[in-house]
């Protein structure tokens, strides 16, 4: 045990260079789709179901595999809900396009927003959050947090009102 706690300094200190060492991976929202929007119904809350299409760049000359992306979804400044991908293969230099399909609880302070969406009405948004990268024997550090992609959200309307 005494011996593990004096290797421990010399396992951390050596994950330092490699967070140095590697440029950090790009994730770029192509597109987000709002699929639909539920009503409340009995145990149900009202649910957003969302598609988002990101473009996941890895600037590396080797390959990479990233363990998980993590972010929050913000909408007109508004934390609506989590994103997760997790085993994001990358190839050396190379780009790569994940489907992210999540739904939404849609809140009394949230679904202002939605409902601009399912209307067509234009709003921001923002992935904040953070990434795991699988270096195998080397470790998995984790980089983050910050902004991953942000930009303006609108599509055609959903609703007829």
Do not use: H
């Not at 490699?18 to 149900?44: D, H, K």
């Not at 934390?79 to 939404?104: F, H, Y």
């Amino acid at each position: 045990m005494r011996k593990s706690l004096l290797l421990l300094p010399l396992a951390l200190a050596s994950c330092a260079p490699l967070q140095q060492a590697v440029q950090v991976p790009t994730v770029q929202v192509e597109n987000i789709y709002l699929r639909s929007l539920s009503l409340p119904t009995g145990l149900q809350p009202a649910a957003a179901n969302v598609t988002l299409r990101l473009k996941v760049g890895n600037p590396n000359p080797v390959a990479m595999r990233m363990a998980n992306v993590a972010a929050n979804l913000i909408i007109d400044g508004s934390n609506v809900g989590n994103v997760n991908l997790p085993n994001v293969n990358l190839p050396a230099r190379g780009e790569t396009i994940q489907l992210a399909e999540v739904s939404i609880p849609v809140t009394i302070p949230t679904a202002t927003s939605f409902l601009k969406v399912a209307r067509g009405q234009q709003v921001s948004y923002r992935l904040d959050g953070s990434f795991t990268a699988d270096f195998g024997p080397l470790g998995q550090p984790t980089f983050g947090p910050f902004t991953l992609s942000q930009g303006v959200w609108k599509q055609a309307p959903i609703l007829p009102f």
